[in-house]
């Protein structure tokens, strides 16, 4: 776990990173971080590989190719930024996956500092996606995680696939209709990029449902002009028991996604 105390250390005062550009397109990591605050660390029950089996490491570098981009260098068991405001602390098993976050609870005083992060990244989004209105009219977010398919263990057999297809397209909170052209080409692009030598099986709501509190936050702001889906990849792409990766699959993924930008770029440019 060298790599991850690395990544610790180097996250630890950082909030986010942001790169803004001249495109309508914009990719998020929101879950790809692993530092926690030093007033949070201590009071985690949970070791760094528990904590990193339920992050989404390496997302951020899936998304380096694009303009734009949003990562996110704190911990999802800090401060989890895809739920709402009231959820996005856990602090209780069946909120985490049936993990025990907490050696002790979070005073007021922890989590208010975990909340104002929840609330000052919204601020920051919102600020940057009415930029990118202001330019463009449109917008499409890609907002990237990643999900497990061995939870029953290392050495037990994975979900089966017809459950847990290698990317997850969640499309629940957005006007379908409005945007289908924008999904359809989505899942034609990722379904005929070769990723690790093969073409992925890549399918709608299937694993999730894209019902995360990014995405709906701006289909709400941005009903008219913001279209926002999450892309979950399976786990196909690192040991999510050991936290090993498999660089030449992160880096398929990384081209695949660079490469949907400037299609996605010409079809906001021929719908507006």
């Not at 049936?98 to 050696?103: F, N, T």
């Not at 297809?165 to 990029?193: K, L, Y």
Request: charged share 30%.
């Amino acid at each position: 776990m060298g790599a991850t105390s690395e990544r610790e250390d180097r996250d630890k005062q950082r909030f986010w990173s942001v790169e803004c550009g001249a495109s309508p397109v914009v990719a998020t990591a929101i879950h790809d971080g692993h530092g926690t605050r030093d007033d949070v660390l201590p009071l985690m029950a949970l070791s760094d590989g528990e904590r990193l089996r339920e992050e989404d490491p390496f997302t951020a570098q899936m998304i380096s190719g694009l303009t734009n981009q949003i990562v996110v260098h704190r911990s999802r068991f800090e401060i989890d930024l895809n739920r709402a405001r009231d959820q996005a602390i856990y602090l209780k098993p069946e909120q985490a996956w049936g993990l025990k976050v907490w050696r002790e609870q979070p005073d007021d005083d922890v989590s208010g500092r975990s909340l104002n992060f929840h609330d000052d990244y919204y601020a920051m989004l919102y600020e940057m996606l009415q930029s990118v209105e202001r330019r463009y009219g449109s917008f499409v977010v890609l907002d990237v995680h990643s999900y497990n398919h061995r939870r029953d263990g290392a050495e037990a057999a994975p979900t089966p696939q017809v459950k847990a297809p290698d990317v997850n397209i969640g499309t629940i909170s957005m006007d379908r209709d409005r945007w289908a052209d924008v999904v359809d080409t989505i899942i034609e692009h990722f379904s005929g990029a070769l990723i690790g030598g093969r073409h992925l099986d890549v399918r709608e709501n299937i694993a999730f449902q894209g019902k995360g509190e990014q995405t709906r936050f701006i289909h709400e702001r941005f009903s008219d002009h913001g279209c926002a889906i999450a892309i979950e990849f399976k786990k196909i792409f690192m040991d999510e028991w050991t936290g090993e990766p498999d660089v030449k699959i992160i880096e398929d993924i990384r081209d695949a996604l660079t490469s949907l930008e400037p299609v996605l770029e010409e079809l906001l440019r021929t719908r507006t």
